[in-house]
């Protein structure tokens, strides 16, 4: 069975600060990965995929195969960064399956 | 375009009650999801549907029934509303075309039965 795990519920940090939010997946074959994000008052949306390795808001994650897991990074969080992030997996195809997300909290 | 659309926001159901949760999107999208969210949890896939005429479950369907006889509409039906079943309920759809698609979510619908 394929799972995701962000161990952080809560994650808070100052404006400038660097930011990683954790997800570590479980899955037997080859994933795809994804964050998603929703902002306050805003539908969840797409941030970055793994297979894209692109940056978006100054976001990058990157795959590790090794150990398994997908952090979100950024290096320098801006008040607009503060959201709900969710980690989301799928062996191929259509179906995801979700971390239970990270409350990001940018503080001034 | 307004994106995938559902209603209503909101819900109060007594246990025993039938509902349906309507979702559409005017993206021409194939891929068609409903998820669940619990309190504290991410989000679990309850039934999805690659197209009109086909649906298939997904992780948590008992209690629910869906259809889909339009690409543009996927209904989500409760015919006997338990606590259980007390949520925020979001729709979903993609277009697959190789790979794995971004999936576009709907705003939700918080239901609480009691």
């Known amino acids: 069975a394929q799972r995701v795990t962000q161990p952080e519920k809560l994650l808070s940090v100052f404006k400038g600060a660097p930011v990683e939010l954790k997800c570590n997946y479980s899955?037997?074959?080859?994933?795809?990965l994804f964050w998603y994000v929703q902002y306050s008052r805003q539908r969840l949306q797409l941030l970055l995929r793994?297979?894209s390795r692109e940056s978006i808001k100054g976001f990058t994650a990157d795959l590790n195969k090794g150990e398994t897991s997908f952090h979100l990074k950024k290096p320098f969080a801006q008040e607009e960064d503060s959201a709900m992030y969710y980690c989301?997996?799928?062996?191929?195809?259509?179906?995801?399956?979700f971390g239970t997300g990270t409350q990001l909290k940018v503080e001034l | 375009n307004a994106g995938v659309t559902q209603t209503p926001k909101f819900r109060i159901l007594k246990i025993g009650q039938s509902m349906t949760l309507q979702c559409t999107q005017d993206?021409?999208?194939?891929?068609m999801y409903w998820y669940r969210q619990d309190p504290g949890m991410g989000l679990k896939l309850i039934y999805y549907?690659?197209?009109?005429?086909?649906?298939d479950k997904g992780e948590v369907p008992n209690g629910y029934n869906v259809s889909r006889s339009t690409t543009e509409d996927f209904p989500l039906r409760l015919e006997l509303a338990a606590p259980s079943q007390t949520s925020v309920y979001f729709c979903?759809?993609?277009?697959?075309?190789?790979?794995?698609?971004?999936?576009?979510f709907g705003p939700g619908t918080r239901l609480t039965v009691t």
């Open positions: 793994h297979i």
């Open positions: 899955y037997s074959g080859s994933p795809e």
């Open positions: 989301a997996l799928t062996g191929g195809g259509n179906k995801l399956t």
């Open positions: 979903a759809s993609s277009y697959l075309a190789g790979g794995s698609p971004e999936q576009y």
């Open positions: 993206m021409n999208h194939n891929y």
């Open positions: 549907s690659v197209g009109a005429g086909i649906t």
